[in-house]
Each structure stands twice: as C-alpha cells, then as structure tokens.
C-alpha cells in the first residue's frame, strides 16, 4: 500500500522565483540541474519548482500514479493550489496523469518529447529498444550510448556535459522498474479528457519519441497546440534559447 506521506518526505525538489508556478519534471535518469536553461530564464517571471526526482528515495513505491499523487500532494503542503507542469518522456507521462487526477489544479500542460503510451504510438527503432532493453550492464558505456541518442548527438562535449546531470542514484533496480512503468502505461483512451491549455514541444530528430507521437497527442487533447522544432529528446537542453521562446510565451498566454 502507498505510504504517500513517507513518499513527499523523500521527494527533492528546489523552488526558484516567485509568482504563478510552473513545475518541471526531469526525464529519465537525470537530476534537476538539467533543467537550469529554464530556470535562469523563467525564474525572474514565475515562481519554478523542480522535482528533483531521480536523486529522490521512493523505497520501491516508483510508479506514475505514485510519482503524480505525490507531487501534487506536496503542492498542497506548500500551499500551492495550482500551477503548470512540464514533463518529458516518462515525466510527461507524469503531467499527464497529474492533469487528470486534479484538472482543477492544472493551469497548464506541457508535454516535451513524449506519447500516451500503448499499443498504438509510433514505435522507438528496434536497434534502440535493444538498448533500452537489452543490455547487458548498467554502467558508464550505457549512459554514454543512451546519451547520444537522447541528444540526437555523438558530440563528445555535449555528452560529457549532460553525463554530469545523469543522477547516481539511478542504479540497475530502478532504472528495470522505470522500463517495466514506460512500457506499461497507456493513456490513449483518458488523454482526451485533459481541459488543461496544453502545450507539445517535440524535437524533429528526436529518436525515442517521435514527433509523430507528439501529433497523436495534439490530436486528441482539445485545448493543446504542438510545435516541432530542431534537435531531439532533450532539444530544451540543446536549443535552449527557442524552446525558451516557445515555453515563455505560451505560459504568458495562460496567465
């Protein structure tokens, strides 16, 4: 049974600014210093939480419905009432619970690089599934590879420096469960429930989440508007400055 208190007492997370919330949900295995082109943009506009998830302790209780409620419930003890969530990949199939569970506490939605999960989304290559799936260790060679293909770019550089916000606390247990979580998940049939103003930010060369995916989820929500631009699934880590730009001014338009 979900202990929920335990789970917020274990939840990081850092608060930056002040003014209408906006939260962000890191992707996969990285901590929230990988969101610090966000922050130094929009920390003197609104008040930015970031959940620091991955350097948190969940005690085997990672799930997406676990990961929502818990967020959402330390809102609460923050006093916050509502704000706009920002996740990608796994994280945005977080925001899309989270906007379900409380729609009267989503101002907004963002939606980077992700899908609704199930049978029917566009599929990853299979040479990456293997990967994802298949390896044989969880180590610096895999990070290395998996990085690559996050920032559609073999940059050495590039990849040096985003190793640096890959979370050690990521080991193989965890990152078997966060799999076994992505694959299981499946949202086709409740997206088109989401109210919330919404937008999808999808990189054109994005190699895990295709921008055909983001175009189903465009599809289905009512209240959303997509935009694809260059690079790929951390394209607001590579191309900061334009996902900045289409960040800030869809936030200024719902608040």
């Not at 949900?25 to 922050?39: A, L, S």
């Not at 350097?55 to 419905?65: E, P, W």
């Not at 998940?185 to 995916?213: H, W």
Request: hydrophobic fraction near 40%.
């Amino acid at each position: 049974m979900l202990n929920i208190d335990m789970v917020i007492e274990n939840l990081k997370y850092n608060i930056y600014g002040e003014g209408k919330v906006v939260v962000f949900i890191p992707p996969v295995g990285y901590n929230g210093d990988i969101w610090k082109h966000q922050i130094e943009e929009l920390k003197t506009r609104y008040k930015v939480i970031v959940i620091d998830l991955y350097n948190s302790d969940f005690r085997n209780q990672f799930t997406i419905f676990s990961v929502a409620d818990s967020i959402f419930a330390l809102l609460n003890r923050l006093g916050i009432k509502k704000a706009t969530f920002v996740g990608v990949g796994i994280s945005g199939y977080i925001a899309q619970k989270i906007s379900l569970m409380y729609p009267d506490g989503t101002d907004g939605l963002v939606l980077m690089s992700t899908s609704y999960g199930g049978a029917n989304i566009e599929p990853i290559d299979q040479s990456i599934l293997k990967l994802l799936f298949k390896h044989v260790k969880f180590n610096e060679e895999f990070n290395k590879q998996l990085i690559e293909i996050e920032a559609s770019s073999g940059d050495e550089k590039l990849v040096e420096e985003l190793s640096r916000y890959r979370s050690s606390k990521v080991n193989q247990k965890i990152y078997e469960e966060i799999l076994l979580e992505l694959a299981a998940f499946d949202n086709k049939n409740k997206i088109s429930e989401i109210r919330a103003e919404t937008l999808i930010v999808c990189g054109d060369d994005n190699k895990l989440f295709s921008k055909e995916n983001s175009l189903l989820i465009n599809d289905r929500i009512l209240h959303s508007k997509i935009v694809i631009t260059s690079g790929g699934y951390l394209n607001f880590f590579t191309h900061p400055k334009k996902v900045n730009n289409i960040l800030i001014k869809f936030l200024d338009e719902i608040y």
